[in-house]
């Protein structure tokens, strides 16, 4: 090959192979009496193979007669020291094959619990950096700094009276509108879009407060399905104040004829 076709990604580009070592890769006795010696030869099966880990190291893998772990195996790593022929156990493990049942990965608390998990109890702090809260001594009074948009600000600032410590964030606040908007309580539902009208203008709406209050409110009509729950102005349903039902004009009832039964009828005859 010309030496101009020899740079340094061409010698970059392929990883070489371990090489399997010969004297290892014969210690199959020597594996399988660490292995019997550590969990027991009623659980070791056949020996199913060897692959190469690195320059002198290998892993036998043998069958695991486990209950309740089927195409699960052994696998036993051992090596040698250079220019020596004894070979000696680095680590015996049990690990999962192509058709083991294994449990899924490990999700985290936070993606598991869903809406109506809580049960008496339970707590569900949130993040430290969550997104959605904000100290309520955020921004204080108006913002008299150019560079800071007071729109933006004085939402978080108007709530300080109220003595929390936290408040909900501009984040957690269009995130909280967003999953109201579109969830069941919003305008798409097929409720609200068989509905005689909206809920701006039903009697039962109780408003919020702004700015969450310019676009929902609290449904305080006992009989409808979204009682005491937020719903969006544009949501609706058939319990609306304004729903009235169409009633046909009705004439009157035609006489009927009684064919069943007898009335004596006095008539006066006059033979005369």
């Not at 199959?28 to 190291?57: F, K, M, N, T």
């Not at 893998?61 to 680095?90: E, I």
């Not at 957690?172 to 919003?186: H, P, V």
């Not at 039902?245 to 009705?250: F, I, L, P, S």
Request: hydrophobic share 40%; proline share 8%.
């Amino acid at each position: 090959m010309p030496a101009s076709s020899r740079g340094a990604g061409a010698r970059t580009s392929s990883v070489r192979a371990p090489k399997l070592d010969a004297v290892t890769a014969a210690a199959v006795d020597v594996a399988r009496a660490a292995l019997i010696e550590d969990v027991g030869e009623s659980q070791v099966g056949e020996h199913l193979g060897v692959r190469p880990e690195g320059d002198r190291v290998v892993t036998h893998v043998f069958a695991a007669r486990l209950a309740g772990y089927q195409g699960w195996h052994w696998s036993v790593t051992v090596t040698r020291a250079s220019r020596q022929k004894k070979v000696t156990v680095d680590e015996i493990v049990l690990l999962p094959g192509d058709d083991a049942i294994v449990a899924p990965d490990w999700t985290p608390y936070k993606d598991r619990v869903l809406p109506g998990d809580m049960s008496p109890g339970d707590l569900l702090p949130p993040e430290d950096d969550d997104v959605r809260l904000a100290p309520a001594w955020f921004v204080g009074d108006e913002a008299v700094d150019p560079l800071i948009d007071p729109t933006s600000v004085r939402p978080v600032a108007d709530e300080v009276a109220i003595g929390r410590v936290e408040v909900l964030s501009l984040e957690g606040r269009a995130a909280a509108a967003q999953r109201w908007y579109d969830g069941d309580r919003g305008p798409d539902t097929p409720i609200a879009q068989q509905a005689p009208g909206r809920c701006r203008g039903c009697g039962f709406m109780v408003w919020l407060a702004p700015p969450l209050g310019a676009l929902f409110g609290v449904c305080a009509n006992a009989m409808a399905n979204d009682d005491g729950k937020v719903v969006s102005f544009d949501h609706g349903c058939g319990a609306h104040s304004e729903a009235r039902v169409k009633r046909g004009a009705q004439g009157a009832v035609p006489p009927v004829h009684d064919t069943l039964t007898v009335d004596p009828v006095v008539v006066d005859v006059d033979l005369a």
